[in-house]
């Protein structure tokens, strides 16, 4: 018998919810327009629409992976930030909604034709949406992982930005110059309590390397508060996505560190710390 539009749809999303997904309905509809490339909106105007066998077993093969609690965004291959698309899949961290806040602030203060650095590249969120955005600057990425920085080195390809390039190393360890305007990143600020509470499907399935910052889930930036003051020119600054109870102890890390000034954090849509911007004494 023929698969029927309407029946597959409710059937898929009977199989997410009853795996404990909430968003059960929007997910089905992702994976649905992206299997038949339709609009989501589409997939209602002609409810009988015969299936093919190819399409029935493409969307079967989905709703399985995600039922197993595989992220969305590895089974599309897939994720979107600002104005990009970028393939993600395993070994990279999949760019959060918070991160697209950390590129608007870098966006709007960075100054004309800045040299950027970003530590820690993933798949290339940060960096390539300043680079899309803001074609007068210059961005060096740097990334320990080798199958991020294919990631990131793929999207940088695929969207052309030659102002964006991506190199393997450990933070500023490839940098023998104190030439950057601004040095960003979104590093790992996870502690070790938060790290074992984190939902089944980030645990299992996104890379520890880039969520787990230690024990106060500061390791790496606790490093880089000191160590960028040595790769900034004089007025430049440091941008730093930070966990939501950390912004107090990387606030006295800048102004302990002795070469920052107009230190302030700057929050998420939800009102909390999310962002510290530091600048370096003149």
């Known amino acids: 018998m023929s698969a029927i539009l309407r029946s597959e749809i409710a059937r898929a999303n009977s199989v997410l919810a009853e795996s404990g997904f909430p968003d059960s309905g929007h997910e089905v509809e992702i994976i649905f327009s992206e299997v038949l490339s339709i609009p989501r909106l589409e997939l209602y105007l002609d409810p009988e629409t015969r299936l093919t066998g190819g399409q029935l077993a493409a969307i079967n093969e989905m709703i399985s992976r995600r039922a197993t609690g595989e992220p969305l965004q590895y089974i599309l291959r897939k994720a979107w930030f600002r104005n990009l698309e970028l393939e993600v899949g395993p070994g990279v961290l999949i760019p959060r909604p918070e991160t697209e806040l950390l590129a608007g602030h870098l966006c709007r203060l960075a100054p004309e034709n800045s040299r950027i ?32 920085v294919r990631y990131a080195e ?32 979104n590093l790992p600020y996870i502690t070790d309590e938060e790290f074992t509470a984190l939902p089944g499907e980030v645990r299992r399935f996104e890379p520890a390397l880039a969520l787990h910052g230690g024990d106060d889930g500061l ?15 004089p007025g430049g600054f440091l941008a730093l996505e930070i966990g939501e109870t950390q912004g107090e102890k990387v606030v006295k890390s800048c102004r302990d560190a002795g070469k ?16 510290v911007i530091a600048e370096k004494v003149c």
């Open 219 to 233: 390791d790496l930036i606790g490093k880089v508060i000191r160590m960028a003051p040595d790769y900034l020119v």
């Open 117 to 148: 650095c970003e530590l820690g590249s993933g798949s290339g969120a940060l960096s390539l949406a300043i680079g899309e955005e803001r074609p007068d600057t210059i961005i060096l990425s740097i990334e320990i992982s080798p199958e991020a």
């Open 260 to 275: 920052y000034c107009n230190i302030r954090l700057e929050n998420d849509l939800n009102g909390r710390d999310r962002f």
């Open 154 to 185: 793929t999207n940088r390809r695929r969207h052309h930005l030659n102002n964006v390039n991506y190199v393997r190393g450990n933070l500023l360890s490839p940098v023998k110059e104190s030439a950057f305007q601004v040095i960003c990143g």
